[in-house]
């Protein structure tokens, strides 16, 4: 019985031409995959860092406020009259003053004769600190705050930075 080799139906495996179209069709697949986990990773990445703004901007207002409403007098800034801290009389002598300022590029309140606490950690950078006093002289003190938090680690983003400018009020409760 003789087997012939041309014919066909005895032929195995791949031809050349098919193998190359394999692996282009493959290699397509695989570019169009690394690209998508390429934009996810990328957008990941993005909305940790506006969390993360959005977050601290939100406790640092919060924070500022609270301490505002439960203090008795305003020292800084005075009326009319705008500061870059926040000074404040308290009914505790340990915690009076309370004292909000920023030292480059981080936000810190001291609180009476204690060491500074920082508000914000080092992801993010505080600029345009300004505090004004908005009472008239015979109102309770109204405070508004306003700051930038930026973010810091802007060149492992590939959309870069990101900035928020948080404003808010809070006055002395009576």
């Known amino acids: 019985m003789r087997i012939n080799l041309l014919n066909k139906k005895y032929k195995k495996g791949f031809s050349l031409v098919e193998t190359i179209v394999y692996i282009a069709i493959f290699s397509i697949f695989i570019t169009g995959t690394v690209s998508f986990m390429s934009g996810v990773s990328a957008s990941r990445l993005n909305n940790q860092m506006v969390l993360e703004i959005n977050d601290q901007g939100s406790k640092v207002m919060k924070t500022i406020t609270q301490s505002l409403r439960n203090a008795s007098q305003v020292n800084s800034p005075t009326i009319g009259n705008t500061a870059l801290n926040l000074s404040l ?86």
């Not at 340990?94 to 981080?106: H, L, M, R, Y």
């Not at 508004?144 to 870069?160: D, V």
């Not at 404003?167 to 002395?172: D, R």
């Open 89 to 174: 009389t308290t009914s505790l002598a340990t915690t009076s003053p309370t004292v909000f300022s920023e030292i480059a590029g981080v936000l810190y309140m001291t609180e009476g004769s204690g060491s500074a606490i920082a508000l914000t950690n080092n992801k993010v950078v505080v600029s345009g600190l300004l505090f004004s006093n908005l009472s008239r002289p015979s109102t309770t003190n109204i405070i508004k705050i306003s700051f930038t938090l930026t973010s810091i680690n802007a060149s492992t983003s590939p959309s870069g930075q990101y900035s928020f400018t948080f404003n808010g009020s809070g006055g002395l409760r009576r």
